[in-house]
């Protein structure tokens, strides 16, 4: 990347971004969450948009000058109302977090009710951990998750729905490996007078690609990150039906933010742009191609996948029935060391603490971007398990992170 003024001016930043493009380009990125933006989104998101007050929305601004970035943010929503066929979209939320915000704050008071999937169990901290807002606001309930399947228990979610009569019920999550069946989550929503709110941050990309189920027809609300699998800017976005329109974007703005940041809204037109044409469903079908094929590699050499099978672009490895020493974090540490990164987490009837956790979360859509097919994460899984067979074999995470080297060179990034 050459950014020659950044580099006379602040060496050090500089410097530090050189790294930091070295680490991303020399190692290969498993990190379920994360991805890599076309050099055309990080072009508008290092624009001189950045300049912009654009407070309130287009056509109704509180600064003058608006009229480019009116026309900006218009074709963001324009497209992303045709990418999800949703009837009211916002796209100004800062992040996935301001966006559920946001939508709590449209639709309840502080003490109410909301029904959602806990962080242990594969949920997402606004969806009601006590350290988060969302869980020092309201009065929160957890449905749980199946031992046996790893599926969410719908069971469970329809008897609490039907006692507790939440006033929201979330769907959606950070670390599940499951298709969700946002139709019956419908049903236990209308039945038991709650509102819905699908947060599909980690699989916007798939049901965007007609791979996962929408849960747009029957969600009220439906929140989304843009940098996961639809692999655009960092940032969040709302879409709700017409009658929500108006308590949402006053939610959002003047409720939860100020100035919406035009240079990330014009990437995030961009990113919607990118995943209108046809091959981004090639692109989301590969993500599906690799995550099964890594996590059946990964069973064949004897690692546990939680609920079997992934059925998404991601899985969690219980550590505990083949490494029953080995925590999450460790060996998220020692993969690494290989330049392979990943994250712990928690598994579904976690026995550690969240800080040590048993589980390692497994991700395809980073490593998909940059062209990896699936002889890519057959090697990619012969690595991890010959590390994580052998955890204090330094030599052995020396050679690895060769081979890492090589083949990360083959796939080179765009930037
Ligand atoms: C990533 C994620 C979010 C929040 O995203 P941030 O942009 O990091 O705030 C919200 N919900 C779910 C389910 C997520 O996975």
Redesign the pocket.
């Known amino acids: 990347m050459e950014s020659s003024f950044l580099k006379q001016q602040d060496h050090d930043v500089w410097a530090w971004i050189q790294k930091e493009l070295y680490r991303q380009n020399e190692g290969i990125e498993l990190i379920a969450?994360e991805n890599f933006v076309s050099p055309a989104v990080l072009e508008a998101v290092g624009s001189i948009l950045t300049h912009k007050y654009a407070e309130g929305y287009p056509q109704k601004r509180y600064y003058g000058g608006c009229e480019y970035v009116d026309a900006i943010e218009n074709l963001a929503i324009e497209r992303a109302k045709r990418l999800f066929g949703a009837e009211h979209v916002n796209v100004q939320p800062h992040?996935?977090?301001?966006a559920?915000l946001a939508v709590y704050t449209a639709v309840l008071k502080p003490g109410d009710k909301i029904l959602t999937l806990s962080l242990e169990n594969g949920?997402?901290l606004?969806?009601g951990h006590a350290k988060n807002l969302s869980g020092m606001l309201y009065q929160v309930f957890h449905y749980d998750i199946d031992p046996q399947t790893a599926a969410i228990d719908y069971e469970s979610l329809e008897e609490i729905a039907l006692r507790e009569r939440p006033r929201l019920i979330t769907i959606?999550?950070?670390a599940y490996a499951k298709i969700i069946d946002f139709k019956r989550v419908g049903e236990i929503a209308r039945a038991s007078g709650a509102w819905m709110l699908a947060?599909i941050?980690?699989i916007a990309g798939l049901v965007v690609a007609g791979l996962h189920p929408s849960p747009v027809p029957y969600a009220d609300f439906v929140?989304t990150?843009t940098?996961?699998t639809l692999r655009g800017p960092?940032?969040?976005m709302i879409m709700c039906r017409a009658s929500w329109a108006k308590a949402i974007d006053s939610s959002v703005f003047p409720g939860n933010q100020g100035g919406p940041l035009m240079h990330v809204i014009a990437g995030k037109a961009v990113c919607f742009g990118e995943a209108l044409r046809p091959e981004f469903k090639i692109y989301q079908e590969q993500i599906l191609k690799n995550a099964r094929v890594l996590a059946e590699e990964l069973q064949k050499y004897g690692l546990s996948i939680v609920g079997g099978m992934t059925e998404n672009h991601l899985m969690l490895v219980d550590l505990r029935p083949t490494f029953p020493e080995l925590s999450g974090r460790e060996a998220a540490r020692i993969l690494e060391q290989a330049g392979i990164t990943t994250n712990h987490n928690t598994v579904p009837r976690e026995t550690r603490n969240p800080f040590q956790a048993s589980g390692l979360r497994l991700g395809t859509p980073a490593v998909t971007t940059r062209g990896m097919g699936t002889s890519e994460m057959r090697s990619i899984a012969l690595w991890i398990q010959k590390l994580l067979f052998s955890p204090n074999d330094n030599a052995l995470q020396v050679s690895i992170r060769a081979e890492v080297q090589e083949l990360c060179q083959k796939f080179p990034l765009k930037y």
Do not use: L, V
């Open positions: 969450s992040s996935g977090t301001q559920n949920g997402h606004t969806h959606g999550a950070s947060d941050a980690h929140t990150t940098h996961k960092r940032g969040g």
